[in-house]
C-alpha cells in the first residue's frame, strides 16, 4: 500500500515542516507528499506522485489530507483528484489548472480519509494549545 500526504501547501517553509513530519510516518510502504497551492504544488504534483507510487509496485493509494476539515473546497479538489464524482468549482478548478495537477490515470485503486473534523486528537491538540497561553501563577518558593 502507498500513501499520499496531501496538503493546501504554503511557502517553503511550511511545504518542509509538511514534508519533515510525513519523513518520520511508518505506514508499511512508500509515502509520498503532494500539495495543492504554490510552489510545492508544480514540483508534486498528485499525478505525478500517483504514477511514481504505480511505479513502485503499490496495489492500492491511500490519500490522507493534511486539513482540518472535509468540507471545503480543497478537500472537494482532493475528492476530484482521487476520483470520486464531484463537481468543482471555477476558483477550485482554476487552483488545480495553474499548478499543472490533474484527475490521473491509474488502474491502482485511490481510498480517500477524511480530514481531521470532529477527532479527539484534534480538539486535544488544539486545548493544549490554548492552555499554553494561559500565564500560570509563579510556584510559592520554600
Known amino acids: 500500500m502507498g500513501t499520499i500526504v496531501i496538503a493546501h501547501g504554503g511557502d517553503t517553509l511550511w511545504n518542509a515542516t509538511v514534508q519533515q513530519s510525513v519523513a518520520s510516518a511508518n505506514s508499511g510502504g512508500p509515502v509520498a507528499v503532494s500539495f495543492l497551492m504554490g510552489p510545492g504544488a508544480a514540483r508534486a504534483r498528485f499525478q505525478d506522485v500517483v504514477a511514481r507510487l504505480e511505479k513502485q509496485g503499490v496495489l492500492q493509494i491511500v490519500v490522507l489530507p493534511r486539513l482540518v476539515s472535509s468540507f471545503n473546497g ?69
Open 74 to 142: 480543497h478537500y472537494d479538489q482532493i475528492r476530484f483528484l482521487t476520483g470520486e464524482p464531484v463537481t468543482l468549482d471555477n476558483d477550485m478548478t482554476h487552483h488545480l489548472h495553474m499548478s499543472g495537477i490533474e484527475r490521473p490515470t491509474t488502474t491502482v485503486p485511490i481510498r480517500l480519509a477524511k480530514a481531521l473534523d470532529a477527532s479527539p486528537d484534534r480538539a486535544r491538540i488544539l486545548s493544549d494549545r490554548a492552555l499554553a497561553f494561559i500565564p500560570r501563577a509563579p510556584t510559592a518558593r520554600r
